[in-house]
């Protein structure tokens, strides 16, 4: 089996990871997916509330897999 590819990022004292498995935030799944797509969306909350809303997608052929990670609309991570 493959690697899962993932994303990590602190914000304040909270960590947001998104891989294919799901969305984590402080190592909790918050939110997850099934199946194959070119675009995966989660979403979930950091304790302070703020809504935390991944999108990942495949550019192409789906070669390269790319995910951005919004905190209340702002963008904090873009790969």
């Not at 199946?35 to 995966?40: A, E, L, M, Q, R």
Request: net charge negative; with cysteine; glycine share 12%.
């Amino acid at each position: 089996m493959a690697d899962v590819k993932s994303w990590k990022v602190t914000v304040g004292e909270d960590v947001i990871e998104v891989s294919s498995k799901g969305l984590f935030v402080n190592g909790k799944l918050q939110d997850t997916g099934y199946g194959i797509t070119t675009c995966s969306r989660f979403e979930g909350r950091l304790p302070n509330g703020k809504l935390v809303r991944t999108v990942m997608g495949a550019d192409g052929l789906g070669f390269k897999i790319h995910c951005t990670i919004f905190v209340d609309y702002e963008c904090v991570l873009q790969d």
